[in-house]
Each structure stands twice: as C-alpha cells, then as structure tokens.
C-alpha cells in the first residue's frame, strides 16, 4: 500500500511563496497524472494543478502564472511552488495520483494559510 505524505504548508504573509512536496512510499506502477487538489471546509474541492505522465500540466485559472507544478520521478516526489500567494490560497492542499487502471491514491493534506 503506497502512502502519499505532503509538507511545506504552513503560514505566509500574501505575496509570499511555498513549496509543496508530495513524496510516495514507493513507486507506483500505471500513473495517468499526478495532481493537486485544495478543499477548503463547506466548499467543493478545486484541481489546482495537473501533470500527466508524460509531463503535461494544466492548471486552474486562479493559479495560472502563480503556480508550477512538477515532479521528480527518481525521488518519487510531486512538487507545487506557489507564488504570489493571496489570502484566498488559504485552504487545506491535497496530492492525489490517478491510475487509470488501478487504485488511486490522496495524500493526507497540507494546510496552506495566508495571512498579514
């Protein structure tokens, strides 16, 4: 059972910037992509940021020019750098690993809170 850890939230001031690491257990065989989800409580979830497995990313609107996703396949690590940080960013991030022909697989989340 491969377990999905993130880390790097934490508290910023707006117009600051985090980096969000999702690191896997283990390798995990017949990925579609890796993503980034926010959920924050009472509200529909939002995919931040896509990647597929051959590299493709595709991003939200509202990060657009903000955030970059990436990933690190030797490491077995998903990346989200996030700049320009605004108190709307405030909610909890989540990794998420789509497997078209298997289980997928959601990190426990990471809280993200921008503040003055």
């Known amino acids: 059972q491969v377990q999905l850890v993130e880390s790097g939230g934490g508290l910023v001031q707006p117009g600051g910037s985090l980096r969000l690491s999702c690191v896997a257990s283990?390798?995990?065989?017949?990925?579609?992509?890796w993503r980034w989800y926010r959920h924050a409580v009472g509200q529909e979830g939002e995919l931040v940021a896509s990647i597929t497995n051959k590299g493709t990313t595709t991003y939200a609107d509202s990060v657009k020019g903000r955030f970059t996703i990436s990933r690190d396949n030797g490491k077995n690590t998903l990346y989200l750098q996030m700049n320009s940080l605004k108190p709307e960013d405030s909610v909890i991030y989540y990794c998420y690993v789509v497997r078209p022909f298997g289980k997928d697989y959601w990190g426990q989340g990471t809280q993200v809170t921008v503040s003055s």
């Open positions: 283990g390798p995990i065989v017949g990925v579609g992509a």
